[in-house]
């Protein structure tokens, strides 16, 4: 069975510190990972997208990194704000049948900063 | 910011009420979907579309239907609610073409029935 495996489940971190999560997947084929930032009472947000010739893409203070071979991806947040509450989705595509394309869904990590 | 849009934000709503949950986006997107997400846990897909006059079901049974006749609008509607329906509903769309293109997400609804 495909799934997409976050950890910590929760992380509680000062402003300003660093943090990394992480993602572990057994999807397959393996099409491209993704992650998101979903606010509170909001929906996802897209941060990157890596399909399997990268292994690392950054958006602003968010770096994530993609293992192919081992089917891990992190995501890291630097020097990081009170905005950046938030949880955080792991999502991996498989590519079926005519093209079209499976998502699956990690249940996220729960990131709070507090001041 | 992406310009797709949901309403009712909330809804609270008793056993065997119709209702219906409205999704729009301004994008011209073809791909658009439905996810049930419950506190905590992933986002299951419900249903989706490729255009217009095109529905499939997904990968969560979901007792509620949808349709597409317009490619801006992919409403959900749900016959005869129920206590077990109660969960956040989340509409998100996407190009068509190139299979890295990422997911749009609405605000979502959520829904409460009592």
């Known amino acids: 069975k495909n799934q997409v495996e976050q950890s910590p489940q929760s992380l509680i971190i000062l402003e300003g510190k660093n943090c990394t999560l992480q993602c572990n997947y057994t999807v397959s084929p393996f099409s491209n990972l993704r992650w998101y930032k979903q606010d509170t009472g909001r929906g996802p947000v897209s941060l990157t997208i890596?399909?399997?010739?990268?292994n690392t893409k950054s958006n602003g203070r968010y770096t994530a990194t993609l293992d192919a071979d081992t089917k891990q991806s992190s995501l890291h947040i630097t020097a990081s704000q009170l905005s950046d509450s938030a949880s955080y989705i792991c999502v991996v595509s498989a590519i079926k049948n005519f093209g079209n394309e499976k998502l699956t869904f990690g249940t996220g990590t729960r990131l709070t900063i507090i001041p | 910011e992406a310009d797709i849009y949901q309403t009712p934000r909330y809804l609270v709503i008793g056993t065997g009420k119709k209702i219906t949950l409205e999704c729009s986006q301004t994008m011209g997107h073809d791909k658009m979907y439905w996810y049930q997400q419950d506190p905590g846990m992933e986002l299951h897909l419900i249903h989706y579309?490729?255009?217009?006059?095109?529905?499939e079901k997904g990968d969560l049974s979901s007792e509620s239907t949808v349709s597409r006749i317009r490619t801006e609008h992919f409403p959900l509607t749900l016959e005869s609610a129920r206590p077990s329906h109660t969960s956040q509903y989340l509409c998100?769309?996407?190009?068509?073409?190139?299979?890295?293109?990422?997911?749009?997400f609405g605000n979502g609804t959520r829904l409460t029935v009592t």
């Open positions: 890596m399909t399997f010739s990268e």
């Open positions: 998100a769309s996407s190009p068509l073409t190139g299979s890295n293109s990422p997911l749009h």
């Open positions: 579309s490729y255009g217009v006059n095109s529905t």
